[in-house]
T-cell receptor
Framework: GNSVTQMEGPVTLSEEAFLTINCTYTATGYPSLFWYVQYPGEGLQLLLKATKADDKGSNKGFEATYRKETTSFHLEKGSVQVSDSAVYFCALSNSNSGYALNFGKGTSLLVTP | ETGVTQTPRHLVMGMTNKKSLKCEQHLGHNAMYWYKQSAKKPLELMFVYSLEERVENNSVPSRFSPECPNSSHLFLHLHTLQPEDSALYLC????????????FGQGTRLTVV
């Protein structure tokens, strides 16, 4: 079956630091991959996605590249801001996931001034 | 605004009460979901509806009863809940398909007293 593994948090960074949140997956075929962000008290919002190998998703300064050879989709940002403090979820879907997305456990990020 | 609206945003109920959570989407999606998000736990998929038919029920206790009267509306009926059912309940919708993302509502924060 499908599964998504994210690095455990919380991650604490100073403003303007470089961010990496690791995500690896197990799936058959060619899944689509997603990063969602959840700000305090809110639902999940799509941050970026990639639907095939070597695709790079990007949004709001965040990037992630679909690496089929390493089954990874690591999230990166060159310079984080306090407003990036949130929980980040990696997710995948493919024909084997039925109707649903498979989510990782989430990684909490705290950016301090 | 994601196009998925949940009401109420906050709900406090006693263990003997009956209440309902409502979710509405006008995005033309053909699948809708209920997720439970508890503190310190992964996101849990509860129910999936596709074209108003329940297609997944992940061992959820019968005190949670979903209803999907049409493709735009999804309800979660609650009765005789337990304090451990206190959580954020998230509704999502999407077009079923490997490459499509889910759109989430802002959630209902439920407290059972």
């Amino acid at each position: 079956g499908n599964s998504v593994t994210q690095m455990e948090g919380p991650v604490t960074l100073s403003e303007e630091a470089f961010l990496t949140i690791n995500c690896t997956y197990t799936a058959t075929g060619y899944p689509s991959l997603f990063w969602y962000v959840q700000y305090p008290g809110e639902g999940l919002q799509l941050l970026l996605k990639a639907t095939k190998a070597d695709d790079k998703g990007s949004n709001k300064g965040f990037e992630a590249t679909y690496r089929k050879e390493t089954t990874s989709f690591h999230l990166e940002k060159g310079s984080v801001q306090v407003s990036d403090s949130a929980v980040y979820f990696c997710a995948l879907s493919n024909s084997n996931s039925g109707y649903a997305l498979n989510f990782g456990k989430g990684t909490s990020l705290l950016v301090t001034p | 605004e994601t196009g998925v609206t949940q009401t109420p945003r906050h709900l406090v109920m006693g263990m003997t009460n009956k209440k309902s959570l409502k979710c509405e989407q006008h995005l033309g999606h053909n699948a809708m979901y209920w997720y439970k998000q508890s503190a310190k736990k992964p996101l849990e998929l509860m129910f999936v509806y596709s074209l108003e038919e329940r297609v997944e029920n992940n061992s959820v206790p019968s005190r949670f009863s979903p209803e999907c009267p049409n493709s735009s509306h999804l309800f979660l009926h609650l009765h005789t809940l337990q304090p451990e059912d206190s959580a954020l309940y998230l509704c999502a919708s999407r077009d079923r398909g490997g490459g499509t993302e889910a759109f989430f509502g802002q959630g209902t924060r439920l407290t059972v007293v």
